[in-house]
């Protein structure tokens, strides 16, 4: 019995379980302007500033677009991106973080990169794996609280 | 001891649960797929589109995915899993799989060359990658299919198909889409020898970067001008490649104030808006890596000019044709990057 609970206990915390993931994706119910609006409101919460919000739909309804919300936030803790890009400056294409936010037939996907998908290339660094474990956690977190967000 | 046993096994009560359905589908699916099979980023999986697809070509399809065409593979998956995601979307249809021999056809794949070419490669394309950008349906923007055309050339849906479902779908065309039936133009015989031709198509090779940035998650250069010097360089470097420059940031902006940023680290926006478009018709995610922007650092007494390794960066998406995209945003950015820094 003890054998199979701790096998259990292993298989746990070892097995992933989507796939192998390059993506954080997830699809909210509600509108886009709304889910902007929260998510806004969401990040300070996990304690990260939202440096600045860019548009990238301008004109896209010239290109056959249906809806042209299409926005991404980017948003850090000063300190974290001060103390990463002084060992590895390589890192300063990804940093601020970024949410994408897009309208999709009156629902909203929002879109962020795994930071996990970055580790491979600091195998030597513990430290930044470790950072990158953290964001995606948080990244994750926020975007299960977007999913969660109703139709208004 | 009793009590750390139990503890152990409340952690496990997860594993130990049948699978939840709709909860796998709803955190594994619903982003591409919809909440209620509608499609978006990907294919719709309505009941007219499901009534033709077999319970075990689903589950191939999710453990395999479809290497460069979005749906990643789900390898990760136990087969309860899997098995209870595609119960969970066949209960939409109401109504029972279609199931088809696993058995091979036979067929002659000489004979089905000429037949293929007459009659699929129009949609499918001569080496029958699908033709068309990107995959799925709705999206945000308008779509000329309402599902596009099968990369029939793609591992996962070699594998994920039997050639009894295939040989169904030629003959009976497809639901929810412009595919005709086959039935009065190609005979039982003929349409075994173009699914056997089908069998010997094979994926094409996708390029990948230059060979010294590979395995490194930026390009990275040294500039021997000052840094307001190499800012200025960059940015004509950029218009030089017809690109247009957005008003440059401090890369910590907005994160601090105005007073405390640090004026020795510059992010340079650029786009070209046509280019953008058409690559957001073939992946709608880009926006997770954009903007492009070449970043200029003054460092430990060093000017560095940094920009992500696009190559890599449209590899994230399992999107051959955004990949391929990437190969040349590599070229173009380190002619940029080495021009501002020659």
């Known amino acids: 019995m003890r054998l199979f609970a701790s096998l259990c206990l292993m298989l746990s915390l070892v097995l992933p379980v989507g796939a192998d993931q390059t993506l954080v994706m997830v699809r909210s119910e509600a509108p886009a302007q709304y889910v902007m609006d929260v998510l806004k409101e969401t990040l300070p919460e996990y304690g990260y500033t939202v440096a600045h919000t860019q548009r990238c739909d301008g004109g896209m309804a010239e290109f056959h677009y249906k809806s042209d919300f299409y926005r991404v936030v980017f948003f850090g803790k000063l300190e974290e991106v001060r103390t990463i890009l002084a060992r590895h400056p390589e890192m300063s294409p990804y940093l601020p973080l970024k949410i994408t936010v897009v309208a999709e037939n009156g629902e909203t996907i929002l879109a962020s990169m795994d930071p996990r998908s970055l580790g491979g290339f600091f195998p030597e660094d513990a430290e930044l794996q470790l950072q990158f474990l953290r964001w995606y956690n948080d990244i994750e977190a926020i975007l299960d609280e977007m999913r969660r967000l109703k139709k208004k | ?342």
């Not at chain 2, 499609?39 to 007219?48: A, N, S, V, Y």
């Not at chain 2, 009894?164 to 039982?188: C, E, H, Q, T």
């Open chain 2, 1 to 342: 001891m009793k009590h750390f046993n139990w503890l152990l096994l409340l952690f496990c009560m997860p594993l130990l649960a049948a699978p939840d359905g709709k909860a796998l589908y709803e955190n594994n699916c619903s982003s591409c797929h919809h909440s209620q099979g509608k499609g978006g980023i990907g294919l719709p999986l309505t009941p007219e589109i499901l009534s033709q697809l077999s319970d075990a070509y689903i589950a191939k399809t999710i453990r395999h995915g479809r290497p460069g065409r979005i749906m990643p593979s789900f390898e990760q998956l136990s087969l309860a899993q899997v098995n209870a995601i595609v119960r969970y979307v066949r209960s939409w249809t109401g109504k029972p799989a279609p199931v088809f021999q696993a058995a091979k056809i036979k067929g002659d794949a000489a004979k089905g060359k000429p037949l293929y070419e007459k009659h699929c490669v129009r949609c499918h394309g001569k080496d029958g990658s699908g033709e068309g950008p990107g995959t799925g349906v709705t999206m945000s923007r308008e779509r000329t299919f309402m599902v596009m055309p099968a990369a029939l050339n793609n591992s996962g849906f070699q594998k994920s198909a039997s050639d009894a479902m295939i040989r169904d779908i030629v003959a009976s065309g497809r639901k929810s889409s412009d595919m005709p039936s086959f039935k009065s133009k190609l005979s039982d015989e003929d349409i075994a020898h173009v699914v056997t031709y089908l069998r010997t198509l094979k994926p094409p090779v996708i390029k990948q970067g230059m060979e010294e940035w590979r395995g490194k998650p930026a390009y990275i250069m040294e500039s021997p001008y000052d840094f307001e010097t190499t800012v200025e360089n960059v940015k004509q470097a950029l218009t030089g490649a017809n690109f247009r420059i957005f008003p440059q940031r401090y890369l910590e902006q907005g994160l601090v104030d105005e007073f405390s940023v640090n004026t020795r680290q510059v992010s340079i926006r650029f786009c070209n808006f046509k280019e953008l478009y058409h690559l957001l018709n073939i992946d709608p995610r880009l926006g997770t890596v954009l903007p492009c922007r070449i970043n200029v650092m003054a460092q430990n007494g060093k000017v560095l000019v940094i920009s992500a390794n696009v190559a890599h960066l449209a590899t994230l998406f399992n999107n051959q044709e955004l990949s391929e995209v990437g190969v040349l945003m590599e070229e173009i950015i380190l002619t940029v990057m080495e021009e501002a820094t020659l």
